[in-house]
């Protein structure tokens, strides 16, 4: 079982929808949680981070952290073209200092 | 503010010749440090971290090897590429083990 799962897409959105990203995670020791957005050919960029339960919202981004059932989710409103990407989902458990991603969502926004 | 660079940004290495790809953070004291591998259209395997001076942790047995001689440096190294050694080599940074890390611009990696 891998540590930190998404589906990998693609994932086919209209502009100006909400997109649904969703990701699950094996380690219940895991206390940090973290977007990245990754354009092709270019390296990944912090979206959001998040470390405890419920929502978290930043302009049109909110991230949703629900621990009990393992699993974290981002939320992308009003849906750009600009937001085209593989979005990466990415934990770290309590003490292991490592930080470990899912494979990546792609993710399309059609004009 | 906090800076990561990591060059080059691209390589083209034949199969058998060594490898050195270095890693430096500015801006900051004793932070973690890490190199990511990325195949193509495949998510980030981590590869090594490291946090302090000539502590590594290995992810994945492998043909490669890290090196982290200064405290915001960080090398990867291998003595003979393979050819599954190609990809995205990715070096990133964080204050510790409980926050964001941020990443440098990457080394896109092809072994011939």
């Known amino acids: 079982q891998k540590e930190v799962e998404q589906n990998s897409g693609p994932l086919s959105v209209p502009e100006g929808a909400i997109a649904s990203l969703n990701c699950t995670y094996s380690?219940?020791?895991?206390?940090?949680f973290f977007w990245y957005r990754q354009y092709s050919g270019k390296s990944p960029e912090l979206i959001m981070s998040i470390y405890s339960n419920g929502d978290k919202e930043d302009g049109r981004f909110t991230a949703q952290l629900n621990k009990a059932s393992q699993y974290v989710s981002l939320l992308i409103r009003d849906s750009q073209p600009s937001d085209s990407a593989t979005y990466l989902c990415a934990a770290k458990a309590r003490g292991a200092q490592k930080l470990v991603f899912g494979q990546g969502t792609r993710l399309t926004i059609n004009p | 503010s906090q800076t990561i660079h990591q060059w080059p940004a691209t390589l083209v290495q034949p199969v058998g010749s060594p490898l050195s790809l270095e890693c430096t953070v500015e801006?900051?004291?004793?932070?973690?440090l890490y190199w990511y591998r990325q195949a193509a259209g495949r998510g980030l395997q981590l590869l090594f971290y490291?946090?302090?001076?000539?502590?590594i942790s290995s992810e994945v047995p492998q043909n490669l090897s890290a090196s982290r001689p200064q405290d915001r440096q960080f090398i990867l190294s291998s003595k003979k590429l393979l050819l599954s050694d190609s990809g995205f080599y990715l070096c990133?940074?964080?204050?510790?083990?409980?926050?964001?890390?941020?990443f440098g611009q990457g080394t896109r990696l092809t072994v011939v």
């Open positions: 990133a940074w964080s204050v510790d083990g409980y926050t964001e890390a941020f």
């Open positions: 490291s946090v302090g001076i000539g502590q």
């Open positions: 380690d219940r020791g895991s206390q940090s």
């Open positions: 801006g900051t004291s004793n932070p973690n």
